[in-house]
């Protein structure tokens, strides 16, 4: 019965690598001939009137730098309008206020608005933008990026037809070299932006707005309903809804807008379990429309796998567990499960280094020494199974609809956060026992040649070990912050 169990499971994680792998072979087969044609078209110069849009809350370490950046832009001031949408109950309301008086003087219009809730989160601050907002196009930039001077001119262009609702920028990391988990995020959202984004937009297929580094019609917004708050991935969802009304997306590549990736891993969880979340959220909004609507085949597959991407959590942890239980379970030495299973993990991991080793070249920073972080970024993303499966059952079952940002460091030291992220020690201390499970395991298997297993065992020990154990260092070292209101 396990035998079967782990099978299946298995094989459902196999089809997943295989999708994987076909982004892989479809970002290079096929002629983009069309695209290059409009995006060679779309060269003339308009400036039409602009809202931006900076939602914030409690980024004292960040605003300034942004406030600088987005009043840099190179676009002329009577068609820019900047709001920003503070919902902060720290010193940040009273750094903007300071900054917003500057830059008026200097002709900006530029307009601080404060809603005195936090409903609907960032989704609701946006709604409440955007009914004030007077510009027919909205780009949105989140705290921790740094918009570059010809964002607009650079962007704008593609609008030149009426059915464009969206254009997405390509995200850049100001920290990718930080430590090995800033490296590794890098390595992932890579694989985002340098192969699901352009494979999709290639290809006429669903794709999404991230959230920041974008620029929608104002229209194209108000067509699909607005900005709604009941899942915690509001860009996930507003994008399926204008596409479902026959709004097309553009996705650039050439526009890369730096921002700051979540140094401490508590900050970075609190990131995954809000972006694992949503997903789901949005995957039990919009499937059925999904599935029943009027779209191509190829449209509604590739929308199954991108709504749930997330889905291959609780498989990846299901299969852990078994595979512990099979390890130690085991009368013989060298039983055909076990056998069965490190084969089946193996060529699996071959499936998934091989994606991130495409990836890594495409991102133009594949030398011998980032190597490493191919095994490295494996074992992290098992490390994050457990935590991440829970964010899935939350999105499935949970009504508790908390949007926790995520907090940035800026200049400061990312070492010493000046925002403090509560976090249960629940999860990482059930991390932490895991890798100590599997350290067993794995000197159970040298010591009876059980070399068909070593590699996995060695994964899920480092993955677990590190997770765990970086998690508990970081929520001891956040109690050291003083709380903040």
């Known amino acids: 019965m396990i035998s079967f169990g782990f099978l299946m499971l298995a094989l459902m994680l196999l089809i997943h690598g295989i999708y994987r792998i076909s982004l892989v072979l479809r970002l290079f087969l096929g002629s983009n001939a069309e695209k290059k044609k409009q995006e060679g078209i779309l060269a003339a110069d308009c400036c039409p009137k602009v809202t931006i849009q900076l939602p914030i809350y409690n980024e004292k370490s960040v605003v300034e ?20 949408i503070d919902d902060s109950t720290d010193e940040t309301t009273a750094i903007v206020s300071n900054l917003v008086a500057d830059f008026k003087k200097k002709g900006f219009d530029i307009q601080h608005l404060q809603r005195g809730t936090r409903a609907g989160y960032k989704a609701g601050g946006l709604q409440y933008g955007l009914e004030k907002a007077k510009g027919e196009f909205i780009a949105i930039f989140d705290a921790d990026f ?36 800033t490296r590794c995020q890098a390595l992932f959202l890579d ?50 809804r204008a596409q479902f009304k026959g ?4 996705y650039t590549q050439k526009m890369v807008v730096p921002s700051e990736l979540p140094s401490p891993i508590v900050a970075f969880r609190t990131q995954q379990h809000r972006w694992a979340k949503g997903a ?53 030495e060298k039983s055909s499960v076990q056998i069965i299973a490190g084969m089946l993990f193996s060529v699996i991991s071959l499936f998934y280094i091989s994606y991130l080793s495409v990836i890594l070249i495409l991102s133009k920073k594949f030398e011998l020494s980032t190597l490493f972080i191919l095994p490295f970024s494996m074992a992290m993303a098992l490390g994050m199974t457990f935590a991440n499966t829970k964010s899935v059952i939350d999105g499935l079952f949970g009504k508790n609809n908390i949007f926790v940002r995520t907090p940035k460091n800026g200049s400061y030291n990312p070492q010493k956060p000046i925002y403090k992220v509560e976090h249960s020690l629940t999860l990482p201390l059930l991390e932490t026992f895991a890798a100590t499970v599997f350290s067993i395991a794995l000197f159970q298997a040298f010591q009876k040649h059980l070399w068909v297993s070593v590699p996995t065992l060695f994964l899920h020990t480092i993955g677990f070990g590190y997770v765990g154990i970086a998690t508990l260092y970081s929520i001891i070292k956040m109690k050291r912050i003083p709380t903040k209101p």
């Open 65 to 84: 730098r942004l406030l600088y950046a987005v009043c840099a832009i190179d676009y002329p001031k009577e068609k820019m309008e900047i709001q920003i």
């Open 146 to 181: 740094i918009p570059p001077p010809s964002f607009l001119k650079n962007t704008l262009p593609y609008f030149s037809s009426p059915k464009i609702g969206m254009v997405q920028a390509r995200w850049g990391y100001l920290n990718r070299n930080s430590n090995l988990l």
């Open 191 to 240: 694989g985002h932006f340098l192969l699901e984004q352009p494979v999709r937009y290639k290809q006429n297929l669903f794709f999404n707005f991230n959230g920041t580094a974008g620029v929608w019609r104002k229209q194209c917004i108000i067509d699909a309903g607005g900005w709604e708050g009941d899942t915690l991935t509001e860009d996930l969802d507003l994008s399926y």
């Open 247 to 250: 709004w097309k997306f553009v």
């Open 280 to 332: 789901i959220q949005t995957a039990k909004k919009h499937l059925l429309s999904l599935l029943r609507g009027s779209f191509p085949t190829t449209s509604k597959i590739e929308g199954l796998f991108h709504l749930l991407a997330h889905s291959i959590h609780p498989i990846v942890a299901l299969l852990v567990i078994l595979n512990a239980v099979t390890f130690f379970s085991a009368p013989q």
